[in-house]
């Protein structure tokens, strides 16, 4: 679903009058990730690197998703949704969502038990605060990596994105894309949940296999 220009523009002011104190804002809605301020934080945090080459799992066919270069919170070099290979679950998220605040424990809690086997990747989402951004990822102990779209440009292609914050995409072992999954969760056993019904893949029967 394509927010209008109008909704886009109210989402941003949102945010810039809702950030979180002390933390200054961007004003441009790109995330400059070398900035000494950021680099700290990102340091601090522990969010890793957006380097496809690194991600956890990732063996099966690329997903169907656009070829637009994102920023990443992690680091300095970004990556497209493109590269991402399934199976893999992709959260969207924002510094001042609040459901997005009370999922990323139990996303994270799945990410260090089931990393090695499927992909997890965060986008910061219509967020022109990457050092809230940051700042929330540290406080919720989270480490996989995360993209950012801080202008919303993913709105521009044919990405299937969720009308409301957060959001799950499901990237299949072929590459195909799942609709928008409503998020919201409060453990690793609902993500597995959503991953065992939308994917077909036995988390536990593969956790048992030596």
């Not at 680091?75 to 199976?87: D, F, K, T, W």
């Not at 994270?108 to 986008?123: A, K, N, S």
Request: charged share 20%.
């Amino acid at each position: 679903m394509r927010l209008p220009v109008a909704a886009v523009a109210l989402l941003a002011a949102g945010v810039l009058l809702t950030g979180c104190d002390g933390v200054a804002p961007s004003f441009a809605c790109k995330v400059d990730a070398t900035t000494p301020d950021l680099v700290q934080d990102r340091e601090a945090a522990g969010i890793a690197d957006c380097d496809p080459a690194s991600w956890s799992a990732g063996d099966g066919a690329a997903a169907r998703l656009p070829d637009l270069e994102l920023d990443c919170l992690g680091g300095e070099a970004g990556a497209a949704l493109s590269r991402v290979h399934g199976p893999a679950v992709l959260n969207f998220w924002s510094s001042n969502c609040g459901p997005c605040r009370k999922e990323m424990p139990a996303l994270q809690e799945f990410y260090e038990e089931y990393g090695d086997r499927i992909t997890v990747l965060g986008v910061n989402w219509l967020d022109t605060y990457p050092g809230a951004a940051i700042d929330l990822a540290r406080l919720s102990g989270v480490t996989y990596p995360s993209l950012a779209d801080g202008c919303g440009d993913l709105q521009e292609t044919d990405a299937p994105l969720g009308a409301g914050l957060p959001f799950f995409l499901f990237v299949a072992e072929d590459g195909t894309v799942s609709k928008p999954h409503t998020g919201g969760v409060t453990s690793s056993d609902e993500v597995v949940a959503m991953v065992e019904e939308t994917l077909g893949i036995d988390l536990a029967a593969a956790k048992a296999t030596p």
